[in-house]
């Protein structure tokens, strides 16, 4: 079982910038899934922001790509999305969610389908 938090969200004008944090309950390793975060805007389905396998480089969905870099700390138990030059469309939920399958990072990572464990989400909320 991994319950993973997140933090960082809050209110900010059009570019300017926010850090996300995601970390597993109990400072747990996220060594082994294949991790991501998804954001959600009110009446809308769960978008794909960016995703990671631990081993791996970061790929990032369209929304996000040149403006946001997901990384994570030395101790593989945290993983940022810092995002950058934020806008008004960048308003929602974001989650941390983990695949814990330990399999390959595919395209399905793009969907919220293979993911089995979801933080709470923390609130993003740009204005212009």
């Known amino acids: 079982q991994v319950r993973l938090v997140e933090s960082g969200g809050g209110l900010v004008q059009a570019g300017n910038s926010l850090r996300l944090s995601c970390a597993a309950t109990?400072?747990?390793?996220?060594?082994?899934?294949?991790m991501a975060w998804f954001r959600q805007a009110p009446g809308k389905d769960h978008e794909f922001v960016s995703a990671?396998?631990?081993?791996?480089?970061?790929t990032y969905g369209d929304s996000a790509k040149g403006r946001f870099t997901l990384f994570r700390n030395n101790a593989e138990t945290k993983l940022f999305l810092e995002m950058n030059n934020l806008r008004p469309e960048d308003t929602g939920s974001y989650y941390c969610a983990a695949d814990s399958s330990g399999g390959i990072m595919t395209d399905l990572h793009r969907s919220p389908r293979p993911y089995d464990y979801w933080g709470q989400g923390t609130q993003v909320t740009v204005s212009s």
């Open positions: 990671i396998r631990w081993n791996g480089i970061p």
């Open positions: 109990s400072g747990r390793t996220l060594r082994s899934y294949t």
